[in-house]
């Protein structure tokens, strides 16, 4: 039993200094409730793994490689796409194993990724061979003790006294790296869960801001077409080598606005700058739900656009040419007040351009919808053409993560321009407002100024305007269409 308290202990400050990269202590002058969740967190791990081996240097062994893992990961995401890993990020691993590819979790099947899980459990049974297991003679009844101290260390944090130890250490909004530099990284993780756990949704500025929303009113545009593109960046904008943009260039000069769209991640997360446009709530009215905002969206589900203009009398419709149930927007999608969803389903395999469907596909589909239409429509468009990852073997020829994303740009190009085409050519009108998502990871063009941002068009076939750059947030796009659906 000493050398299963001394290997507890070693493990605990061993795993806290792990956490950051380069390895460091000062974490453990973090408040005492801090240091407590992050002790329960401990001993779910340890427990978990010495319930497997019985032996306690193994166990240790486990939970510092997994601080370490998690400490790497995490300093590896922040380089690539400016921010650590965060709690809500363990609600994508179903899609990663779902959808390998968007997530990069195909290279796990590569030989070297297989070189070392070989390694690793040589390794475990070379350690087994050398240090006993602890569990003494007849003693099997000994075997529940360890699941039943995971399971007792797990529902303590799941508990409302834990909870009322994460709130007074944390404001209304996360300050996520301010709390990693003082609680540390898994302190950080259990304490931001907590408090997103305890949260009241809506919240009282999303309620309020829900409140001053402008109604939709029935003059708009007989059409309104609003395109989330993927990673749709200006990037030649911005001094970094990339494609003439020419249709989108045209539009801005014909538009009601354009300019940098500014979203609450970069390189990633779609679903929140898709949240924010739908919902037009801007990230500091979510509190913690802004992580994740679709894991709470029925919270938020009368803010939604979809709902709005069909409030209004219009036939909604959402596409996005993948997989229905990613982030579950097939449970959404009629949530958030849509009448039908057009998935990847009604594409043919002939439709691709690279991995995914192409704009240029997902830009004839939106012509059939405004051409087809008999009566007010709203079409929000998600498209996926854009997605890593990026390399050899994406593109045939073309091996540059740079080139790729520069082809996939001027084919969102061509997309824009066919669309606005289709809209011109309707009788009663129609809007068109394209924004970006976010910009393209750090492994693409690192040197990238303004990195939170994408770009961003709101275009009217009936009138143009005198337009000057107008940087808004994404959210602050949403409330400017329905503004200029008035209009």
Known sequence: MIALAVAFTLSFVLSLALESQPPRLSTLRAPARALALRLLVHVVIFAAAFSLSWRPWHAALVTCVVAFLFGAGSAMKARILGEPVVFSDFALVKLAIRHPRLYYAEKLAEPKALAVFAALALATAAWFAVEPSILPAGGWPLLLAPPLVTALAVLALRSRWAASLARPLLGEQPNLDHEIDRFGL???????????????????????????ARPIGALAPDVVVAIQCESFTDVAAR??????????????????????????????Y?????FGFLTGLPSEALGFDAFDPYLVSPAYAAASLGRR??????RTVLMHPYDRRFFSRDELAPQLGFDRFVDGEAFAPSDRFGPYVGDAAVAEAIAAEVAQANEPLFLFVVTIENHGPWGPGRLPGVDRGEDQYGIHLSNSDGMMGRVADALRARPGGGMLCLYG??????????????RRAADYVLWDSRRS?????LDLDVDAVSRLLVERTHR
């Not at 203009?309 to 219009?314: E, I, N, P, V």
């Open 186 to 212: 898994g302190a950080t993780m259990t304490l931001h869960w907590l408090a997103w756990r305890s949260d009241l949704r809506p919240s009282i500025a999303a309620t309020r801001a829900m409140a001053e």
């Open 239 to 268: 001094g970094a080598p990339g494609p003439d943009l020419p249709n989108y260039r045209r539009l801005c000069d014909e538009s009601l606005a354009w300019g940098r769209c500014r979203v609450p991640a970069e390189g990633a």
């Open 270 to 274: 779609t679903m929140r700058a898709e």
């Open 309 to 314: 203009f069909k409030d209004a009398g219009r």
């Open 437 to 450: 998502d976010h910009a393209p990871a750090r492994t693409l063009h690192p040197t990238l100024s303004e």
């Open 465 to 469: 305007g005198a337009p000057s750059r």
